[in-house]
């Protein structure tokens, strides 16, 4: 669900570093607030400009950043897209030292406009620019990307809560990652309500000030998105607001529960369910979080915070097309039976991408190949990079081609095993 799951080992290392660089971080609409490389509110040395996967697109790529005042708070929106950058110019380094093929703010390249919208959310605690490779990827592919610099990019704090860190440890090592994580971030999960209280605002929030940029004449995207075909994709936290915003799974609070569920201050914050808390209780209905304006969705190893009685009861409400993408490491990857359950009870077309020996980080590139924590993770999941990424790259594509471009010859793409680094290739309700 956050960024590090991971095994017991690497849980307790990390965690140790975090806690003693605990600091003090209030939101800010300085844009400088939204600067710097780090896991939340903690400051992370970036890598010294490791090359990514190279975009498989015909167009080249832009990337620039905006940041916004939002409810008092700085948001940063980080945008990538088909551009036309002046020749020699040099690749964009990110802030964890990764660099690609993209150009910073290099003129758009408006020659097939407008271009499909994918809104990206990135895992908790990760910076907006930290997935190079694959935001880099479909801008590539003819799609203006934004991913959004979301509150806990600066102030997520892993507890300093010893029997919290002690839970963490025993359910990664027994694959319970999901939990594992909750237990890690208890403290700040409680406070933002399970991210409640600001995720799915920001989401909102970008999505309409994206579209507002392509009607203003004075905005380099003035006419470059198609506002009627968007598509959604997350990864970990992001994934699990993927399938909310995006994909309109509701959170339920109609069916009985137990006192412990309903205990927004029970100890064990993986007990609890969202509906204990008024961010979800203030809401209008189980669905009000979905925008209908999202065709398709790509959530990217993606937990659920919702009592696990109730996941199919909420994934038959997905009817939109969905794909899956995940590792297989089972001690640092998000939880598998849930995301499997999630694809076999979506109402709409239904996709499931499973890569060997890929763990949390691969996607974001920008700390899988961080040398501190890569450092950290077994041989099996920091060998052959490039091949996993081309997984990413390859499955992305074809379904936001085939579903939200509405390209047909991307079909084929779709039901074939690409790589030897994909384990599972499966297909619902297409």
């Known amino acids: 669900m956050a960024l590090h799951q991971r095994s017991i080992v690497d849980l307790l290392t990390v965690a140790s570093f975090f806690v003693l660089a605990v600091s003090a971080v209030t939101p800010s609409c300085d844009p400088a607030f939204n600067t710097g490389f780090g896991l939340g509110g903690h400051a992370l040395p970036p890598a010294n400009n490791v090359p990514t996967a190279d975009p498989t697109g015909p167009y080249q790529v832009g990337v620039s950043f905006e940041t916004y005042c939002f409810e008092g708070r700085g948001v940063a929106l980080n945008y990538w897209?088909?551009?036309?950058?002046?020749?020699?110019?040099?690749?964009?380094?990110?802030?964890?030292?990764?660099?690609?093929?993209?150009?910073?703010?290099?003129?758009?390249?408006?020659?097939?406009?407008?271009?499909?919208?994918?809104?990206?959310?990135?895992?908790?605690?990760?910076?907006?620019?930290?997935?190079?490779?694959?935001?880099?990827?479909?801008a590539s592919n003819g799609y203006v990307v934004v991913s959004i610099q979301h509150l806990d990019a600066r102030t997520a704090n892993v507890?300093?809560?010893?029997?919290?860190?002690?839970?963490?440890?025993?359910?990664?090592?027994?694959?319970?990652?999901?939990?594992?994580?909750?237990?890690?971030?208890?403290?700040?999960?409680?406070?933002?309500?399970?991210?409640?209280?600001?995720?799915?605002?920001?989401?909102?929030?970008?999505?309409?000030?994206?579209?507002?940029?392509?009607?203003?004449k004075s905005s380099p995207f003035y006419g470059l998105i198609d506002t009627d075909?968007?598509?959604?994709?997350?990864?970990?936290?992001?994934?699990?607001?993927?399938?909310?915003?995006g994909g309109g799974m509701p959170i339920y609070c109609d069916y009985l529960m137990t006192p412990i569920q309903r205990d927004p201050d029970f100890l064990v914050l993986s007990e609890?369910?969202?509906?204990?808390?008024?961010?979800?209780?203030?809401?209008?209905?189980?669905?009000?979080?979905?925008?209908?304006?999202?065709?398709?969705i790509i959530p990217l190893a993606a937990p659920t915070f919702l009592t696990?009685?109730?996941?199919?009861?909420?994934?038959?409400?997905?009817?939109?097309?969905?794909?899956?993408?995940?590792?297989?490491?089972?001690?640092?990857?998000?939880?598998?039976?849930?995301?499997?359950d999630i694809y076999a009870n979506a109402a709409g077309p239904s996709y499931w991408v499973?890569?060997?020996?890929?763990?949390?980080?691969?996607?974001?590139?920008?700390?899988?190949?961080?040398?501190?924590?890569?450092?950290?993770?077994?041989?099996?999941?920091?060998?052959?990079?490039?091949d996993k990424a081309a997984v990413y790259m390859t499955y992305s594509t074809a379904f936001f081609d085939y579903y939200v471009k509405g390209n047909k010859t991307a079909y084929t793409a779709l039901h074939t095993i690409s790589s030897s680094c994909v384990t599972e290739l499966d297909s619902r309700n297409d």
Not at 92 to 100: E, K, M, Q
Not at 360 to 380: Q, T
């Open 354 to 386: 499973k890569i060997q020996n890929t763990n949390h980080y691969l996607v974001a590139d920008s700390y899988g190949l961080n040398p501190i924590l890569s450092a950290n993770m077994s041989p099996d999941d920091n060998a052959n990079f490039f």
């Open 159 to 216: 507890t300093t809560k010893k029997y919290a860190l002690a839970l963490a440890a025993i359910d990664a090592a027994a694959g319970n990652t999901i939990d594992a994580v909750i237990e890690e971030y208890t403290d700040f999960f409680r406070e933002t309500q399970f991210a409640l209280t600001y995720r799915p605002q920001e989401i909102e929030f970008a999505l309409d000030q994206t579209i507002q940029s392509t009607s203003n």
């Open 272 to 296: 609890v369910s969202p509906c204990a808390f008024p961010a979800r209780q203030n809401l209008s209905g189980p669905f009000a979080l979905h925008d209908s304006r999202i065709k398709a």
């Open 81 to 138: 897209y088909p551009a036309l950058p002046a020749a020699g110019s040099s690749p964009y380094v990110s802030a964890g030292g990764i660099v690609g093929k993209a150009v910073k703010d290099a003129p758009v390249d408006s020659s097939s406009s407008p271009y499909p919208l994918i809104i990206f959310s990135p895992g908790l605690a990760a910076v907006d620019d930290a997935y190079y490779f694959y935001t880099q990827n479909l």
């Open 308 to 340: 696990r009685s109730q996941l199919a009861r909420s994934a038959a409400q997905v009817k939109i097309p969905i794909m899956t993408i995940t590792g297989d490491n089972r001690t640092s990857e998000t939880t598998s039976w849930v995301q499997r």
């Open 229 to 245: 075909n968007i598509g959604m994709s997350g990864h970990s936290l992001g994934g699990f607001y993927t399938n909310i915003v």
